[in-house]
Nanobody, 119 residues
């Protein structure tokens, strides 16, 4: 059974930091591209950051470049999102996504974790 379980969300003041984790099981994690998405109330879900299977290539939304860092540990089947210098506009539910193109497109989503940036 495929599972993606996010953790690490919470309430933080502007300028603060949080580290999100996404623990994967039920599939061959090391062969999947992993990504973090977020969805704020009334807005569409948007890509925050992505990392290729070997961890050698990453990409970021312009709004988080220089503040967020995505990383992965294939030995622990976990992907991380380090978020620094948080802003109120970073408030959203953050989702973990796994994707691989094989015979077909394989896509899995986590249940999400709430991040609230407020004073």
């Amino acid at each position: 059974q495929v599972q993606l379980v996010e953790s690490g969300g919470g309430l933080v003041q502007p300028g603060g930091s949080l580290r999100l984790s996404c623990a994967a099981s039920g599939f061959t994690f090391s062969t999947y591209t992993m990504a973090w998405y977020r969805q704020a109330p009334g807005k569409e879900r948007e890509l925050v950051a992505g990392i290729r299977s070997a961890g050698t290539s990453t990409n970021y939304a312009d709004s988080v470049k220089g503040r967020f860092t995505i990383s992965r540990d294939n030995a622990k089947n976990t992907v991380y999102l380090q978020m620094n210098s948080l802003k109120p506009e970073d408030t959203a539910v953050y989702y973990c996504k796994a994707e691989r193109i094989g015979f077909r497109l394989y896509v899995y989503w986590g249940q999400g974790t709430q991040v609230t940036v407020s004073s």
